[in-house]
């Protein structure tokens, strides 16, 4: 299902009519961020978003991991698998699971550090120690109380930041925004924009450092690119970002097209994409977890032929001062 438009504008009629819901839901969310839960003997890093769909959550936890490996922290990244069958807990293998055994984005945080898959986060987390891992970051699970988190940071997009600032349904937010901030230890804003002011400022009233950094295009599949034309799709939590990131790579969008998060593409759906590709000369153009997604379905063999995914890295403005904040953090936690 896709989000509905109002989230993302100035609160009004809409969001009015669900404000008593919105209200109760975001008293039972408040109430779970206060939980405490269980302690790990390793330190536990959180990387969430305040809001539902997407903001470069995923690509933070990959370069988290691979900071960590690089330092011999030997990580474990954890995740609930959404979308996937498989409840866990187990390792990720990408030569052996699909998507639609353990949700694209484990496939694609397997290959950066040692994936395990949960719906029970404390049994993942305790699987991932139990393999070796000497700290984990879970991608995704800042409001589940199941484990304590000994750094969180929240991401948010710098275009469409906190949307019109209400809690679901009446708006994007997944708890009331100041609880949240108050579990937070850090703030990371994605891109340029300043369509995230208003949670950057709160987010330094609660005393949290606030970091900015960009979604960057591999250099080598935009160069693939070149003097190509592209059809740009994705079925994410913010297809836009895709479209965007193409932009200011300088590939040529000729057309876009939209699809939900985590959207179970069809075999209409691949004929249709293909067919227009084929059409008006264009190159298919779609995201790292829409791919995995398509390599799933043995029907959109033919779309997993002709797409190609556009990699991306989040490029921090200051990495050095984030990862300060982070290692202070967990020096406490371990020191």
């Known amino acids: 299902m896709r989000e509905p438009a109002f989230w993302w504008r100035e609160a009004g009629l809409a969001a009015g009519l669900l404000t008593p ?78 998507a639609f055994d353990v949700g694209d984005e484990p496939l694609l945080l397997a290959q950066a550090a040692p994936t395990f898959v949960a719906r029970d986060r404390f049994k993942g987390a305790q699987a991932a120690i139990a393999a070796g891992a000497r700290v984990v970051v879970m991608d995704d699970g800042f409001q589940n109380p199941s484990l304590q988190k000994d750094f969180s940071v929240l991401v948010v997009d710098a275009r469409r930041g906190i949307g019109n600032g209400c809690v679901f349904p009446a708006g994007p937010l997944r708890a009331p925004l100041g609880p949240q901030l108050a579990r937070a230890d850090a703030l990371v804003v994605v891109g340029e924009e300043n369509g995230a002011d208003r949670v950057a400022t709160a987010a330094r009233k609660h005393g949290l450092p606030v970091f900015r950094a960009q979604l960057m295009a591999d250099a080598a599949a935009v160069a693939a690119l070149a003097g190509s034309r592209v059809l740009a799709f994705a079925g994410i939590g913010d297809p836009g970002k895709l479209f965007a ?91």
């Open 245 to 335: 990131t193409l932009n200011r790579a300088g590939v040529t969008v000729a057309a876009t097209r939209w699809f939900a998060d985590h959207h179970p593409y069809t075999r209409k759906e691949a004929d249709m994409l293909c067919e227009e590709a084929e059409r008006e000369s264009l190159a298919l153009v779609t995201t790292q977890k829409d791919l995995v997604r398509i390599q799933s379905d043995p029907s959109l063999a033919g779309l997993a032929a002709r797409a190609r995914a556009l990699p991306v890295t989040l490029v921090f403005s200051d990495e050095d001062a984030f990862l300060r904040v982070m290692r202070a953090k967990l020096q406490h936690v371990t020191g």
């Open 21 to 98: 819901v919105a209200a109760a839901f975001g008293w039972a969310a408040a109430a779970r961020l206060a939980e405490r839960g269980a302690r790990l003997p390793v330190p536990v890093i959180c990387v969430g978003n305040p809001t539902l769909g997407g903001a470069g959550k995923t690509p933070l936890a990959l370069t988290l991991a691979s900071r960590l490996a690089a330092a011999g922290d030997a990580p474990a990244l954890l995740s609930r698998g959404y979308g996937g069958r498989l409840a866990g807990p187990l390792r990720v293998d990408p030569a052996r699971h699909r």
